[in-house]
């Protein structure tokens, strides 16, 4: 009878040992999915981060980039160069993309949209109230908008294909405030990127075609010494289109490494970009400022694996951003005097960016 409840009482200590064994495993399975759910989610925004790094615009007075809050949602960071204020423009859970000044500095591009259903408007932007109003908007991605002149813009726009309607390609768009956009090509572009007006010429990115007539854009050699993915069109304003050339379109800025992202001077006369080249066994993209025929006037090279945002000209400077860790830092190239420098920091970190003032852009609806 002893040996009896003995083993008993051996049995139930032994299925209390196990349980409080599973119980113990299960708790630290359950810290160690909630620290890999907050690894993840910290590193989607950190690649959400160097995704939208490209997006960058600055005049004489202030500076201006998306910065992102969670995995859905994006506001603008705003920094006064004079005062060094700085401040996060948001629009509720939209996200806030690819802001772009006007030529006169007074306002600003942008672009607001929903990143669960893609639906996208372009609205322009006044930069002392950030009173806003819609100047198109469509159920696909609009992106990289530029002033042609006051109340006119062009536009990356999209459109799906493929049986899963889930594809986009791009053509270029224009709108201005009294009639709806007009499609100025048709030429179905896997990727068109960093556009760029000056007189009667587009400066842009652009990489592939679902079209199967393409013969006016160069086929990309991504593994070539020298390849870029720079290409410039004439186009007609008044008859809004394209004057297309006889011959294919010819990429510029051919230096060693891979060159994107470019940014004209307001007359034309320079361009800047970024350029990705192998360094110190890293690829990085550095940043080179040129005269408009590809003389090389500097050449800088980036702190970061990551490298420079697309640049912007503010008169005789250019001015990009970095991303590091914890913090956006934005250098100044002066080609009066051929300095480089720092000029802004814009910490990205939780606590930085819930102490900054936020604002509500003002959207009649």
Not at 301 to 325: H, I, M, Y
């Amino acid at each position: 009878m002893v040996r009896r409840i003995a083993k008993a009482l051996f049995v139930i200590a032994s299925i209390v040992v196990i349980c409080l064994m599973v119980l113990i495993s299960y708790s630290g399975w359950k810290d160690i999915l909630s620290q890999y759910k907050q690894y993840k989610q910290a590193a989607d925004i950190q690649h959400t981060r160097e995704r939208m790094l490209d997006q960058f615009t600055a005049s004489a007075e202030w500076i201006i980039f998306p910065v992102v809050l969670d995995e859905n949602l994006a506001a603008l960071a705003v920094i006064n160069r004079i005062t060094e204020e700085r401040m996060l423009v948001s629009s509720g859970r939209r996200f806030l993309a690819f802001p772009q000044f006007s030529a006169d500095g007074k306002r600003v591009l942008v672009i607001r949209g929903n990143q669960s259903t893609g639906h996208s408007q372009l609205l322009s932007c006044t930069i002392d109230d950030w009173g806003c109003r819609v100047l198109t908007e469509a159920a696909t991605p609009i992106r990289w908008p530029v002033e042609v002149r006051k109340d006119v813009v062009l536009y990356a726009g999209s459109t799906a294909y493929g049986d899963d309607g889930k594809r986009l390609h791009y053509d270029f768009y224009l709108v201005d405030s009294s009639s709806q956009p007009v499609r100025l090509s048709e030429f179905h572009l896997y990727s068109l990127h960093a556009l760029n007006v000056f007189d009667d010429k587009i400066m842009f990115c652009a990489y592939g075609s679902v079209s199967p007539t393409n013969v006016l854009f160069p086929h990309p050699a991504p593994l070539a010494d020298a390849s870029s993915e720079i290409l410039m069109l004439q186009v007609d304003w008044k008859e809004k289109r394209f004057i297309i050339p006889s011959h294919r379109l010819q990429a510029l800025y051919m230096i060693d490494g891979y060159s994107t992202r470019p940014a004209t001077s307001a007359n034309g006369a320079a361009v800047a970009f970024v350029n990705g080249r192998m360094a110190a066994g890293r690829y990085q993209y550095n940043l080179v400022v040129a005269k408009l025929d590809g003389t090389i006037q500097k050449y800088v090279d980036a702190t970061t694996a990551r490298g420079f945002s697309r640049p912007a000209f503010v008169g005789s400077a250019v001015l990009a951003n970095e991303l590091f860790e914890s913090r956006y830092e934005t250098t100044l190239v002066d080609l009066a005097d051929n300095s480089v420098r720092q000029v802004a920091i814009f910490e990205h970190t939780p606590g930085a960016l819930q102490s900054l003032k936020r604002l509500e852009i003002s959207v009649p609806e």
